[in-house]
């Protein structure tokens, strides 16, 4: 069955560094664009970051961008957010998505791992 599961969250200073991983299983991961959205409490699920399944390409949220780096090995069916000089308004859980278009939808989310920035 389709599986994304989220790792490397944790506690973090404010201006310090995390790296997030996705591992997928259960799809041809290389055919899907690739995204992380968070959540803070009391807050609508927001995209942070996409990359698609060809090229490469990266699209970032405003709030991040110059600090989060997304980036894939399809090799090992992974997707990695890089988060640099966090800050504490990036606290929230963090989603991987799958997600491929078509004359059909197909999405699929992770469980999400909690992010804490905090002195």
Do not use: H
């Given at each position: 069955?389709?599986?994304?599961?989220?790792?490397?969250?944790?506690?973090?200073?404010?201006?310090?560094?995390?790296?997030?991983?996705?591992?997928?299983?259960?799809?041809?991961?290389?055919?899907?664009?690739?995204?992380?959205?968070?959540?803070?409490?009391?807050?609508?699920r927001?995209?942070?970051?996409?990359?698609?399944?060809?090229?490469?390409?990266?699209?970032?949220?405003?709030?991040?961008?110059?600090?989060?780096t997304?980036?894939?090995?399809?090799?090992?069916?992974?997707?990695?957010?890089?988060?640099?000089?966090?800050?504490?308004?990036?606290?929230?859980?963090?989603?991987?998505?799958?997600?491929?278009?078509?004359?059909?939808?197909?999405?699929?989310w992770?469980?999400?791992?909690?992010?804490?920035?905090?002195?």
């Amino acid at each position: 069955q389709v599986q994304l599961v989220e790792s490397g969250g944790g506690l973090v200073q404010p201006g310090g560094s995390l790296r997030l991983s996705c591992a997928a299983s259960g799809f041809t991961f290389s055919s899907y664009a690739m995204r992380w959205y968070r959540q803070a409490p009391g807050k609508e699920r927001e995209l942070v970051a996409t990359i698609f399944s060809t090229g490469g390409n990266t699209n970032y949220a405003d709030s991040v961008k110059g600090r989060f780096t997304i980036s894939r090995d399809n090799a090992k069916s992974t997707v990695y957010l890089q988060m640099n000089s966090l800050k504490p308004e990036d606290t929230a859980v963090y989603y991987c998505n799958a997600v491929r278009w078509g004359g059909v939808k197909y999405e699929y989310w992770g469980q999400g791992t909690q992010v804490t920035v905090s002195s």
